[in-house]
């Protein structure tokens, strides 16, 4: 057994979930309360009584199951339309409107959101103001606004291109307006998809734990109280992926390099 060690000690700060249900990763929002984590498992005991006395002999797993529980505070169309089970988005007055020389910094090879959807007609340009090359220095993950879903547009930098990692760039281009979304409630599955929770504390270990299939459930009720903020409370449903990750059907925890 390892010595207790004051350095691996762990808060569960800067938390941030994800969901993808098959067109992209989104950012779920803000959680009230972190998730809690709730492992159950359904088992047989077999008992023997071979020695004059009944004793447990074995004990075999018969079921496994895996759900996160938290509060959204952010109601963002896509979170309420999870929690209704709402059909597909319909766009009332869909229209276009322009972005110009909206700021940008551009890390790593993530992608960067934009805060608009359906995004076309991009210009991006680096702190000196040369534009750049799509798809050589940067790339676009246009978002959308349709019947299918609400998507933030967002933007990526290419590794070998010309924008230097972390540098503030400006990106100009046309995005989708819309006076509003509506969705039929009850009328749709549960949402599915690949979900992946992320620990990034101010100290200590730095974590994630990838889910690859799960969905998203209603977990309580709505509640109209104007002394507190508005939440909803969903379950995150692990389910079983051994068709497509025989290694991890439940999902797996990595550690991050602390280097």
Not at 17 to 36: K, Y
Not at 37 to 52: A, C, L, M, N, Q
Request: hydrophobic fraction near 35%; aromatic fraction near 8%.
């Amino acid at each position: 057994m390892q010595p207790p060690n004051v350095e691996n000690l762990f808060l569960a700060g800067g938390i941030i979930f994800f969901f993808d249900p098959g067109t992209g990763e989104r950012d779920l929002g803000l959680i009230e309360e972190p998730p809690d984590v709730e492992p159950k498992s359904t088992e047989i005991k077999v008992h023997s009584s071979r020695s004059g006395k009944r004793r447990l002999v074995k004990t075999s797993t018969t079921e496994e199951e895996i759900i996160w529980n938290f509060k959204l505070q952010e109601l963002v169309a896509a979170n309420m339309q999870a929690f209704f089970k709402g059909g597909d988005f319909s766009v009332v007055n869909a229209g276009t409107d322009t972005a110009i020389d909206q700021p940008i910094k551009l890390s790593g090879e993530t992608l960067v959101p934009l805060g608009k959807y359906g995004i076309s007609a991009v210009t991006l340009k680096n702190h000196l103001g040369a534009t750049m090359v799509h798809n050589s220095d940067y790339i676009v993950d246009p978002g959308q606004v349709s019947a299918a879903g609400l998507l933030e547009g967002r933007i990526g930098r290419i590794a070998d291109g010309d924008i230097t990692d972390g540098e503030q760039c400006t990106v100009s281009y046309t995005y989708k307006t819309w006076s509003s979304l509506r969705f039929s409630v009850a009328n749709a599955e549960y949402q599915r998809g690949a979900a992946r929770l992320q620990f990034r504390p101010s100290r200590g270990l730095q974590w994630n734990y990838v889910i690859p299939l799960c969905q998203l459930k209603p977990n309580g009720k709505l509640t109209f109280d104007d002394k507190k903020p508005m939440e909803l409370p969903m379950i995150l449903e692990v389910v079983d992926a051994s068709a497509t990750n025989p290694d991890a059907p439940y999902g797996y925890w990595e550690c991050l390099n602390e280097s």
